[in-house]
């Protein structure tokens, strides 16, 4: 009889109960004996069976009670020691152990079984051999611990790689699942788009037909009279007429020709202010000087640039004025227009009723005064804007008997009332 010793690290009751469970169902062997602290002999218990209470007390308890447990075996008896070491008084409390003792009189069993029955002492109990140490100067303990620990760690690496062969299988499986169903989803689809052109291949060919039959209808309208054709006309360019009038706007090109002109006002208005603010302090530090001629001088220049100042908010306001007046008008003339067209379509109606009635064309007079006005825009005329500057020039030249100007040694006069009187060439004379 020999035997063989597989320390472990120290396990817990539960862990003991379900490694000999799985032994039992290696070994067919399901009658264990158990032993537990304090005197405690439980004795056989059937694993295929329900367990007694006061087994299953100690493993609610979740704790190391259990000092022995046996599994006859034939031939090859297995038996767990808290501690280790049987044989003696100490026991470790870093390690326990699992004997295995060879009996070849009781018989003997494959070579299959017995390495089932190793590898999962082995893998549930996570056995290490504690001769792996590193340094043959430390004590047994450190042995055991450095053994322990380097177990330990093949133990998580081992799982890792479990772990990773796992993960990396169920990641294959999942992308054929996803395969699968994209598979079934692209199959669904097609079968879908399918159905709907076909739908869509019948909606058209109803909606061929029918659109066949109206035209035809319409033909047949058409050919007989255009009064239709004519209102259809009409009501497309009466709809097109109040779209315009929903949102009557000049065209983004157009706005912004305008911008150039009022930045160039609001930065001559700026630089008129700018310099009569500086000139009405020069002008004040002049008053106290008590020369006349200076305080002419900026007196004058202060009137022109107020002047300056305010001719030219006048000007930007007249100017946007006009700007106003003409778009109100151009959206006036819009909604004349918009009547001119209804009265246009009512007078050729009434012009196709009367030779239908009477066989001849309407009288000319009726027809003059029913289109009196028709078409004609009659707006007001917007004056063209003048800087206030220059409606001063013009009314100086206006009032003034002559204006003589001298460039150099040589003199021009302009007589205004001589101008006036003056008619144009007409051309080709």
């Not at 979740?62 to 280790?84: D, H, K, M, Q, V």
């Not at 079934?184 to 061929?208: A, C, G, P, V």
Request: charged fraction near 30%; glycine fraction near 4%.
């Amino acid at each position: 009889m020999s035997d063989q010793r597989i320390k472990i690290p120290r396990a817990s009751d539960k862990v003991l109960i379900a490694c000999f469970k799985d032994l039992a169902k290696i070994t067919g062997v399901s009658q264990i004996s158990i032993n537990a602290l304090g005197f405690n002999n439980i004795g056989a218990v059937d694993l295929d069976q329900d367990l007694p209470s006061s087994l299953e007390l100690i493993l609610k308890k979740n704790s190391a009670i259990i000092e022995t447990i046996s599994l006859n075996w034939p031939g090859l008896p297995i038996t767990f020691y808290r501690g280790g070491n049987y044989q003696a008084q100490e026991k470790s409390g870093i390690y326990d152990e699992v004997v295995i003792r060879q009996n070849q009189n009781q018989g003997s069993h494959d070579s299959e079984e017995v390495i089932e029955v190793i590898s999962v002492i082995n893998k549930k109990l996570k056995a290490f051999d504690p001769k792996r140490s590193a340094s043959g100067t430390m004590s047994e303990e450190q042995a055991h611990f450095e053994a322990l620990h380097n177990s330990s760690i093949e133990r998580l690496e081992l799982l890792n790689e479990e772990l990773i062969k796992s993960t990396h299988e169920y990641r294959l499986k999942l992308d054929d699942d996803h395969q699968i169903r994209l598979k079934d989803l692209e199959d669904e689809f097609e079968n879908r788009k399918k159905e709907l052109h076909e739908k869509i291949e019948e909606q058209e060919s109803k909606i061929t037909v029918r659109e066949k039959s109206l035209d035809e209808e319409r033909k047949k309208l058409d050919d007989s009279n255009n009064t239709h054709a004519r209102r259809e006309i009409r009501r497309d360019i009466l709809k097109e007429i109040k779209a315009r009038q929903d949102k009557f706007s000049l065209t983004e090109g157009t706005n912004k020709l305008r911008k150039p002109i009022a930045l160039a006002m609001i930065g001559l208005i700026a630089i008129f202010v700018f310099l009569g603010s500086v000139s009405a302090l020069e002008f004040y530090d002049i008053l106290r000087s008590s020369d006349m001629s200076k305080i002419l001088i900026a007196s004058v220049k202060q009137f022109i640039y107020t002047g300056g100042a305010v001719a030219s908010v006048v000007f930007l306001i007249r100017w946007m004025n006009r700007w106003f007046e003409l778009h109100s008008q151009s959206e006036f003339y819009m909604k004349q227009f918009e009547l001119d067209m209804e009265r246009a379509s009512w007078l050729v109606e009434t012009s196709l009723e009367w030779k239908d009635a009477k066989g001849t064309a309407i009288p000319t007079e009726l027809l003059e005064s029913l289109s009196r006005n028709l078409f004609v825009n009659e707006g007001q005329k917007v004056e063209q804007v003048q800087h206030p500057a220059d409606q001063l020039a013009s009314a100086l030249m206006g009032s003034a008997s002559g204006v003589k100007l001298r460039a150099g040694d040589s003199s021009i006069e302009i007589d205004p009332r001589k101008l006036t009187k003056a008619k144009p060439i007409e051309q080709g004379t």
